[in-house]
């Protein structure tokens, strides 16, 4: 069934319902997770990673080229039990996928038995994916540390969102859903500033060939944006040393001047005649690499060396206290007549973005409720439950 969205917050409310619609046992093999034919004969795309995971062509696609994203290229794997954080780590995965498109096909696949990008979800769906090679073990990451993670392996595309126990899956889901493929929020650096970063330092120190790719991200629960980026570097084999030098340079950044010594004074010569400005290659000032906020690290893994951690250099927040969430504030003047305006739930001015509401399911609910990102079309949480 093609549902098409003439608005976001349609299809990020029924691709939530999609996700959950179908077990992997309802699905006869192959059923809802073929492509269109049109897309099944084009050349596949170059491997995403990180930072190009949500280009047109990736998670999801245009059927019928208009450059408008109109099918959900996803197949969730979540296992055959998934328990309840399992439950509210895919909605949140599924609402962000919702934002993404215009229309979709539903039910969503729940079994990678197509040509759909695989998006396993904790360690049910890292088991029920068949994986032989993940590249990250769950158990390796701390209490409340989560991880996405883009990898290639059987000819498909699989992105991998896990965590060390149940808050760091939510903080995955949470990475996922509201922060990928920038460092903080959705209006935020994009990670592509990190690869350029890294490429530019290894050209400057002499590596002239280098693929850089963006597989991993960290995030940490309470912690806003991505904590750690993992880049794998492949370089010849001859300029692996020059690279091992480029990246060691660009984790120690620039020598600070020594304040005890002087500036010598330089001669004092005649006056010039004031030349013209030079306008050319004017334009903006060299940024500071990998100074993004929410980005803490950056981990270069060199095939064939070392590797390499690099701090981030953006600035500290400022201290005191975290300024409320927009529309926190009471509403005396709602009811029924009002109730999905900016004056009732939703929030935001004339054209409301943002919803203003939280849910109370009650004591034995609350775990299983997940935090949507775009049901109101909007960068920011949708919802909440408490």
């Keep these: 069934m093609k549902t098409l969205a003439k608005r976001r917050p349609l299809a990020a409310t029924l691709t939530l319902a999609a996700a959950f619609a179908m077990p992997p046992a309802a699905l006869a093999p192959g059923a809802g997770s073929s492509l269109p034919g049109s897309l099944s004969a084009q050349e596949p795309p170059d491997p995403p990673d990180l930072a190009s995971l ?37 909605g949140e995965v599924a609402a962000r996928l919702g934002f993404e498109t215009m229309a979709m096909d539903l039910p969503l696949s729940r079994a990678a038995a197509g ?63 509201g922060v990928l493929p920038h460092t903080r929020t959705l209006s935020t650096a994009k990670l592509d500033r990190v690869r350029e970063d890294l490429t530019a330092a290894l050209e400057d120190g002499g590596v002239a060939v280098a693929d850089v790719r963006l597989t991993q991200a960290r995030a940490r629960a309470g912690q806003a944006g991505v904590g750690r980026v993992i880049a794998e570097v492949a370089v010849a084999d001859a300029d692996i040393g020059a690279a091992e030098e480029a990246l060691r340079a660009l984790a120690a950044g620039d020598e600070a001047p020594d304040p005890d010594e002087a500036p010598e004074a330089e001669p004092e010569t005649e006056p010039e005649a004031e030349a013209e400005p030079d306008t050319e290659g004017a334009g903006e000032a060299p940024r500071d690499p990998l100074a993004y906020p929410g980005l803490e690290s950056v981990e270069a893994r060199l095939t064939g060396g070392p590797t390499i951690r690099i701090a981030g250099r953006a600035p500290p927040d400022r201290p005191g206290p975290v300024a409320g969430r927009p529309g926190s504030g009471g509403k005396d003047g709602m009811d029924l007549s009002n109730l999905y305006t900016s004056d009732g739930l939703l929030g935001g001015g004339l054209i409301p973005d943002r919803v203003d509401a939280m849910l109370a399911p009650g004591e034995d609910g609350w775990t299983g409720c997940p935090t949507s990102r775009a049901a109101s079309g909007s960068n920011r949480p949708a919802w909440s439950c408490r």
């Design 54 to 90: 949500f280009d047109l062509g990736t998670l999801v696609l245009d059927t019928n080229g208009d450059s408008v994203p109109d099918f959900v290229n996803v197949a969730l794997i979540l296992g055959d039990d998934p328990s309840a954080a399992v439950l509210a780590a895919a």
């Design 115 to 177: 040509e759909e990008i695989a998006v396993v979800i904790g360690r049910a769906g890292l088991a029920a994916s068949g994986l032989g090679s993940p590249g990250i073990d769950p158990a390796s990451l701390d209490s409340g540390e989560g991880a996405v993670a883009v990898r290639q392996e059987g000819g498909r595309t699989w992105v991998l969102v896990v965590g060390g126990d149940d808050e760091g899956l939510q903080a995955a889901a949470r990475l996922f859903a």
